[in-house]
């Protein structure tokens, strides 16, 4: 999507040095760094300490990866050294496992010599799929708003609310969540969004840079204001992405959706997730027992990033020494889920639901 008015997507590989470049979201949305990714340690730090993040792109930086360390070394051991690395970094979203579990598959039964140019293909393969999901969740979900937009006066906006940053930023193009958005204000289709703020890391802070960039009219607001929108019909739609989402449609995604979905069904606002296919987890159906969460540092609490006056820093908002708890996801129930947006479809947040969708994965 657009920064300046200029294409870019997440993650790229140059195409004359070929290295792999990423924009480093820590900076964003104060400054746009754009960062090289070289060695199987730049992987690991970058996806664990949050320079790349977002389900969908965590996925394609495991495979970027994998073919950076299949270039140094393309051994069984190499590869699963590399694999047990990435696969350690952060433990909710299944596309990081899944995306590593597509390049062993690839590439083990290949020989070495042909391993390093293969998993190469593969981590352009797995973008360019992310992109196309991203593209098809966004022309599913414009249906939806079209048809909001059509039970109202023309010129008053579908207001949406989203949680965290499920956009381009957080996959390799368009977004999940946001994608529907995108397509719905290139349709010409009048929106508002209001962004959450999502403590602690402020992720709503990207979603706001990313609608802006595009044009999108929109609000950011703290992550507890939701409920009152929703109470006083301020809210059509809510659209949230996902991490991890059991096969019978149990949502896990960053803390504070479950609530959000809580005040919407008590509300009667419909409540969609955007999901990519690879974001299912077949082999789970209890979402609340079964998915680990992340358990992030205290520090991302009591300590605020932001803009100082010295440029980009943490401020301290807590007594020092205050303990910090910092669960980073949480799971909605799919009773609570009105439906959930996938590129080949729209389904109920079910078992059933998600098996017409994806027959050959239940088979
Ligand atoms: O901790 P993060 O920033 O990686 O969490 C991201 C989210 O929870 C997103 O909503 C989710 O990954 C869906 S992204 C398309």
């Given at each position: 999507m657009k920064v300046g008015g200029m294409h870019h997507r997440s993650i790229w590989r140059d195409?004359?040095?070929?290295e792999v470049r990423i924009i480093d979201?820590?900076?964003?949305p104060h400054e746009f760094k754009v960062m090289t990714l070289s060695s199987l340690e730049d992987f690991e730090v970058a996806i664990r300490d949050m320079l790349v993040r977002g389900a969908p792109l965590i996925g394609a930086t495991a495979a970027f990866g994998v073919a950076e360390a299949m270039e140094r070394d393309p051994s069984d051991a190499n590869f699963e050294h590399c694999r047990a690395v990435l696969n350690a970094t952060r433990p909710t979203a299944v596309n990081l496992a899944w995306a590593l579990e597509r390049c062993r598959t690839a590439l083990m039964p290949l020989p070495p010599e042909e391993r390093a140019g293969a998993a190469r293909d593969l981590a352009r393969e797995v973008s360019e799929e992310d992109v196309e999901i991203n593209r098809r969740i966004g022309e599913n979900g414009l249906e939806l708003i079209r048809e909001i937009a059509a039970g109202?006066?023309?010129?008053e906006p579908v207001r949406l609310l989203t949680h965290c940053n499920a956009g381009w930023l957080a996959t390799v193009d368009w977004g999940t969540a946001t994608s529907p958005m995108y397509h719905a204000h290139d349709a010409g289709i009048p929106i508002h969004v209001w962004v959450d703020?999502?403590?602690?890391?402020?992720q709503g802070a990207l979603t706001s840079w990313e609608l802006g960039e595009h044009g999108i009219p929109h609000t950011y607001v703290v992550d507890s204001a939701g409920g009152h929108l929703m109470q006083h019909g301020l809210v059509d739609l809510v659209i949230t992405g996902t991490d991890r989402t059991t096969a019978r449609g149990d949502v896990c995604n960053k803390i504070g959706t479950y609530l959000k979905a809580l005040a919407a069904h008590d509300n009667d606002v419909p409540f969609y997730v955007a999901l990519p296919s690879p974001t299912i987890d077949w082999t789970l159906g209890d979402g609340v027992a079964e998915i680990p969460i992340e358990n992030r540092p205290a520090r991302e609490i009591t300590h605020v990033l932001g803009l100082t006056e010295d440029g980009i820093g943490d401020v301290q908002?807590?007594?020092?020494?205050t303990p910090g708890g910092n669960p980073a996801f949480d799971v909605t129930p799919n009773?609570?889920?009105t439906g959930l947006i996938t590129e080949r479809g729209v389904c109920d947040a079910s078992a059933s639901g998600l098996a017409g969708l994806f027959p050959e994965k239940v088979a």
């Open positions: 195409e004359d040095s070929g979201q820590r900076r964003l109202k006066p023309a010129d703020e999502t403590r602690p890391r402020n908002v807590t007594p020092g020494g009773r609570l889920v």
